[in-house]
């Protein structure tokens, strides 16, 4: 079982830049690929950014890529997504994710597979 729990979401304007961090408890979190995904109002939730359990492979929406780095601390529980030169139409509750991998290496970018589920941060991005 994995609980997350994400921070550091608020509001910042155009340009700016925001990182959010997903806390997880019990053990099983360095074995999970984690991902970022957001959700605006009347919008489908949508992959952001994936890393694998071991933190060497990631992946991006092409959106996002280059300005959006995911990364974790498996010593720390803890995953984080900095976000760069943010955008109005990027103003969404962002949401974490865990899925328990049996490779190391695995991005997982399909919601649907992910088992854990944070509350979720809000960010908006003012013109």
């Known amino acids: 079982q994995v609980q997350l729990v994400e921070s550091g979401g608020g509001l910042v304007q155009a340009g700016g830049s925001l990182r959010l961090s997903c806390a997880a408890s019990g053990r099983a979190f360095s074995r999970c690929a984690m991902g970022w995904f957001r959700q605006a109002p009347g919008k489908e939730r949508e992959f952001v950014a994936g890393i694998s359990s071991n933190g060497l492979s990631t992946y991006y929406s092409d959106s996002v890529n280059v300005r959006f780095t995911i990364s974790r601390d498996n010593a720390k529980n803890t995953g984080y997504l900095q976000m760069n030169n943010l955008k109005p139409n990027e103003t969404a509750l962002y949401y974490c994710?865990?899925?328990?991998?049996?490779?190391?290496?695995?991005?997982?970018?399909?919601?649907?597979?992910?088992?854990?589920w944070g509350q979720g941060t809000l960010v908006t991005v003012s013109s």
């Open positions: 994710a865990a899925d328990p991998q049996q490779s190391s290496l695995r991005v997982v970018t399909n919601r649907f597979e992910y088992d854990y």
